[in-house]
């Protein structure tokens, strides 16, 4: 259905707001980042192909999520979109009433801004949704969060990047932050510190290290998630990676990963403990306009083969709950921070990103202190009840 209101900027200005129900609309959908940010050098364009399989029922989120998604047209212009999505996961752990809003892009109107978030909250109500989270898109396990601190740096692989004026519309629309997400940014050869020299060598009889064993990829990536879940478990917002979400990142980290990369920690020969550190793709995205053909994955190939990519982040990693909290866990998260620093180093990469923290995970928060790493960019989650 169809929406139709007078701007009260100007009279002549019409805003339509029209769900997406066809592959037409899906790819206008995808395409309305271009317009939104068209003036914003820090933006990095995702591709195309990669968006469509993302908003594509081959998405294993959909397996347990649905969703609706719509467009926002000023004037027959495309100026907005967002969608609103229930996932039944996030419902057997946070609540049967709870929804969510995702891929929010608008330009600066309070107006579009107002009547797309109209939409997704009629159709989260219409659905008995009482309380409404976001952005996700789709899920906490993907990209989250508005930027609100960091705007002046474009973003890593895999992170959002935001408009200033989010926020203050959010604000208007009466939602409220729930929680915060932090990066850091830290150089890959900065000096061990003293007490993470004495946690390693306290505990490096019964710990041992371990890169990925591609022969035994899909054991291994069944091992990653399962820490992962664990070790999250008590985490705020957290919902499990199914098999199936797992899987499908284990295969973006199998094309563009090297097995050094992936560290695992095993403590009297039983896993505990694994960091994952990527090569930073968005330092190639951001001259490929979304295009990845016909010529946009020979220079993918070629930055990666030739140690081009400078920076790199940090997405997952998990030490298993048994171990939180106590000095052998500090051991196992200073052991598998070390550990892939030089094989990164080698690699071409000087830099990297450590995302996303919550603000209130003052363990991670210490030790990312420890090493020199800074707070360089803030994200945030709203929420709002529904009338």
Not at 30 to 45: E, R
Not at 56 to 76: D, I, L, T
Not at 116 to 138: C, D, K, N
Not at 173 to 200: N, S
């Amino acid at each position: 259905m169809q929406t139709l209101l007078k701007s009260k900027q100007a009279d002549s200005a019409t805003i339509t707001v029209q769900p997406v129900t066809s592959y037409r609309e899906m790819g206008k959908f995808i395409d309305v980042p271009w317009h939104v940010n068209t003036n914003n050098p820090m933006w990095v364009p995702p591709l195309h192909i990669e968006r469509r399989l993302h908003y594509s029922r081959f998405n294993p989120f959909f397996k347990h999520g649905k969703w609706q998604a719509w467009v926002a047209y000023k004037n027959n212009k495309p100026v907005g979109r967002i969608s609103a999505q229930i996932d039944s996961l996030h419902q057997q752990h946070h609540g049967e009433n709870t929804g969510h809003f995702g891929s929010m892009e608008c330009i600066n109107d309070s107006d579009v801004f107002s009547e797309l978030m109209r939409q997704a909250e009629q159709w989260l109500a219409a659905h008995h949704i009482h309380y409404v989270s976001g952005p996700f898109t789709h899920s906490i396990n993907q990209e989250c969060g508005i930027l609100v601190d960091g705007f002046d740096t474009p973003p890593v692989v895999m992170m959002p990047h935001s408009p200033e004026w989010y926020g203050d519309l959010l604000d208007q629309q009466g939602y409220q932050p729930i929680k915060d997400l932090l990066a850091y940014w830290v150089k890959v050869d900065f000096e061990t510190p003293r007490v993470m020299k004495m946690l390693i060598r306290k505990y490096s009889k019964q710990i041992q290290l371990r890169p990925l064993n591609r022969k035994n990829f899909q054991q291994e990536i069944a091992l990653l998630r399962d820490i992962f879940n664990d070790a999250w478990s008590n985490n705020w917002g957290f919902i499990p990676f199914t098999e199936a979400e797992f899987d499908e990142l284990g295969s973006s980290l199998r094309l563009f990963v090297q097995d050094d990369f992936i560290q695992i920690a095993e403590v009297n020969g039983v896993p505990a403990a694994f960091m994952v550190t990527l090569p930073n793709l968005n330092e190639i995205f951001s001259k490929l306009n979304g295009k990845l053909f016909p010529f946009g994955w020979m220079k993918l190939i070629k930055q990666l083969k030739n140690k081009k990519i400078k920076t790199g982040r940090v997405p997952l990693m998990g030490v298993r709950k048994q171990y939180q909290n106590t000095p052998l866990g500090m051991a196992l998260a200073c052991m598998v921070i070390d550990a892939p620093r030089k094989m990164v180093l080698d690699s071409g990469i000087t830099e990297v990103e450590l995302s996303w923290i919550l603000e209130d995970n003052k363990v991670m928060r210490n030790i990312l202190d420890s090493i020199g790493s800074s707070q360089y960019k803030r994200y945030r989650i709203f929420g709002k009840t529904l009338q």
